[in-house]
């Protein structure tokens, strides 16, 4: 009113403004002391409920729902949840209980991915307790202490409405002594699949049941007729033993309705554990395998689970389609090991399983395709490539999941699997709260699937290709529950792809941009390809000298395949060191046929033979080889009257032979020769060997021979005139007849050819004669001048 009283455009007078001011900071008074005590209250409002939420909060208890019968329950069933709850807080929880909570209908499967992910946290959206007598009560909860429950519920009791998947809440209430009044302390979700009645439509779902296991055998065979095989370790064994991973996918998908997916390489695998088998220890050493039994049961059981249903094999060792894709293509040779893994499947399966099996699908890891990927995948004869749907992805707005099977042009199909159904029981699932979860969450992501439209789809589910033991369990139980229920039915992996396309689907290949690069990090590298390649040159060319090749080729040629198996993926160093142990093995082998070394050799004369030794130490024979001696100076000395000189080679296993080659020196010195075995389609083969060859015409031993020999003979023939001249003087002496140029005549006529002159010009003749192929002149060779005919292969020489 003061202010009112003011004229505008005149100013107030002191009192007033100083009424004014004292006015206005009386009435702000009460306004600023709010503010001021505004945070304070807030901070001390958050404390309280931060104390409240340490002593109490969602994550006081655990609960674990470690079992849920039956899985997908219908009308008339009795629900059974049992499980632990935990007191994780520092407080004792009393007058605690464990009831049911039942949420609203989940009518998409993106929202069973949301309750999943927050399967532990309290909401408001739970739902009241079922309660009634449907709880358990504890009287106390200690800190720290695990008690276990079961609950029993008719499912009418639950209150369902229409067909869904509901959240199912197991929770813990109680009080503690900083909270005295009973709330909610935990809780764990599951969900509660309902279709009490047949479905409309049922969904037709194929399951692939992978029998697939990481490499186990070498190159390496014995010696025997039977190629004793030897393995990397005895892992396989305990895989196929009782209680074994393997054992018990076996035995849990034979009373399954599935396709089974088999690497050719586990059977060809096991099938030699039922014979004479090594295992490799350390070093170079070897055991012998002691598993016959078992691998003979495993495959018989097989046997009989197979019979009448679908087998799909995969090509031989299972390769990495992608890295293949990735880093092999631009290395010679790769594609055709692909061929020959798919090649190889008919005989193997076969003969082992006797069922013929499907060949026309290719697996890429993890379901990851791109442009790449298909190519490589239908090069070797495939023509359906089984893709994921978290990595074809659907881009035409579809409402509802489409059928697996849809062209992608150039013939091939993509069978593309449902990504959260295939990956269901991934993880760690050896806990059951774990394992019910990963069930009951499949059942719930099936039926949302289902009640998605009216059409009939095919759906696909393509699961790890090495699920543990635990992971298995899981699965079988989930497979077991989904096919006796109401809205699936069973179909081969064949019939699948075959099944009309949805128009709708998504039918272009993602771009290799769009490949994961978890995945891409774990490939094999183009060095390891590089290293296939050199190894198979290096096969190609000992396999044309072989006798018996399928001895070699066949266990080398798979252990190729090996190294480009799909379980080398996260396993770098161990897959390098099985490459470099296969090389290697095969570098031993081809060694075994060789040049024995020879030394330096002296010829004196104008010409002789020089021997070449091969060896092979081989079991079995060597053929289709050349021997090649190759003078480096030919105007010194030439080979077989060329520069070089070859001679074909055929040695029996574990024997040598011994080549002669003739040679004739021109001049006097050194020359280096090299001998040199070749295929014969011209590529060298094993090691030089290089020795010098010294010639000489005649050398200072040889003089002194010839020298020795021409005195020898001087002194004879003196010898043998001064007995005779004594002789002749006696004579005189005793008949006195006799003149003394008679005697001299006899004994010393030029023209006696039995005198000792004669007898001297006769052997002086033979030494020098120049047209002696071997003179005497010459000293004996180091090589003995024989025949240039190549010994028998059955040969031994002793060095």
Known sequence: MAEAADFQGTSPSPARRWLRRTGALLAGAPLLAGLVQLPAATSAQAAAQDSVRAASGSRTVSVSIDTLTPSAPTDGDTVTVSGTVTNNGKQSISDAHVGLRVGSVLTTRSAIDNAADHADRVSSSDGSEVGDKYVEEFAKLAPGVAQHFSISVPVDKLDLGEDGVYPLGVSLSGQTAAQPWERELGIQRTFLPWQPGEADTRTKTTVMWPLVSSVHMTAETGSNEQQTPVFLNDDLAGEISPGGRLDQLLSLGKNLDVTWVIDPDLLASVDAMTRSYRVRGEGDTTTAGTHQTVAKQWLAELQKAVVDKEVVALPFADPDLASLARNGTSVSGSLSHLKAASDVVANTVEPILHVTPSTEFAWPVDGAVDPSIVKVATSAGADKVIARSDSLRETGGLSYTPSAGRPVGGGTTAVVADGRLSTAFQGDLTKAADSTLAVQQFLAQSLTLGLQTDKQRSVVVAPQRMPTGSQAQAMAAALSALQSGNWSQSQELTAAAKAKPDPGATTRIPSASKYPS????????????????????????????????????????????????????????????????????????????????????????????????????????????????????????????????????????????????????????????????????????GAPVTFDVKVTEITATVMLVIGGGVLLLVLAGFRMYTQRKRAAAREDQENGENGPDEAGEAVDGPNNPEGPAGRLGEESGTLSGADDPEQASDPTPDTAAESADPSGTGERVDR
């Open 518 to 685: 978890s995945l891409r990090r774990k490939e094999l590298p183009r060095s390891a390809f590089e290293q296939i390649a050199s190894t198979q040159d290096k096969l190609d060319n000992f396999q044309v000298i072989l006798t018996d090749e399928s001895r070699v080729v066949t266990p080398f040629g798979r252990a190729l395949n090996r190294e480009m198996s799909t379980s080398w993926r996260g396993r770098s160093t161990e897959a390098s060191t099985f490459r470099q142990g296969v090389e290697a093995y095969l570098d031993t082998l081809t060694g075994q046929v060789k040049l024995i070394d020879k030394s330096d050799t002296k010829l004196s004369g104008r010409s002789a033979t020089i021997p070449v030794t091969v060896q092979n130490n081989l079991v079995q024979g060597v053929d289709h080889l050349v021997l090649r001696l190759t003078s480096t100076n030919p105007t010194r000395l030439k080979i077989g009257g060329n520069v070089y000189y070859e001679q074909p080679i055929a040695v029996s296993g574990g024997h040598s032979q011994t080549v002669k080659f003739s040679t004739s020196a021109n001049v006097n010195g050194q020359t280096t020769v090299i001998a040199q075995l070749y295929t014969q389609d011209g590529q060298e083969y």
